[in-house]
């Protein structure tokens, strides 16, 4: 997910949270409530990708570790 997708997705949530505030409580909140919302959110999604993303990271670098020690004994085998 991009920085653009990640925030597209954060200003969705929050208009779907502020449509249910308006709803429930009228207009209550400011701008500046939303725009910290979806800062807020926003980093949560950064932090669940990031969550994910590192072991799947972990698992190529072992996994590159792995070829270059085959590498290095296959050339070791030729000389």
Same mark, same amino acid.
């Given at each position: 997910?991009?920085?653009?997708?990640?925030?597209?997705?954060?200003?969705?949530?929050?208009d779907?949270?502020? /449509? %249910?505030?308006?709803?429930? #409580?009228?207009?209550?909140?400011?701008? !500046?409530?939303? $725009?910290? =919302? /979806? %800062?807020?959110?926003?980093? #949560?999604?950064?932090?669940?990708?990031? !969550?994910?993303? $590192?072991? =799947? /990271?972990?698992?190529?670098?072992?996994?590159?570790?792995?070829?270059?020690? !085959?590498?290095?004994?296959?050339?070791?085998?030729?000389?």
């Open positions: 997910m991009t920085r653009q997708q990640a925030q597209a997705h954060a200003r969705h949530v929050v779907s949270f502020r /449509a %249910l505030v308006d709803k429930q #409580a009228g207009n209550c909140l400011n701008e !500046e409530h939303y $725009e910290e =919302l /979806a %800062l807020l959110v926003e980093g #949560a999604i950064d932090l669940a990708l990031l !969550e994910k993303l $590192e072991p =799947l /990271a972990d698992r190529i670098e072992a996994l590159a570790t792995e070829v270059r020690r !085959e590498a290095e004994r296959v050339n070791r085998s030729e000389g």
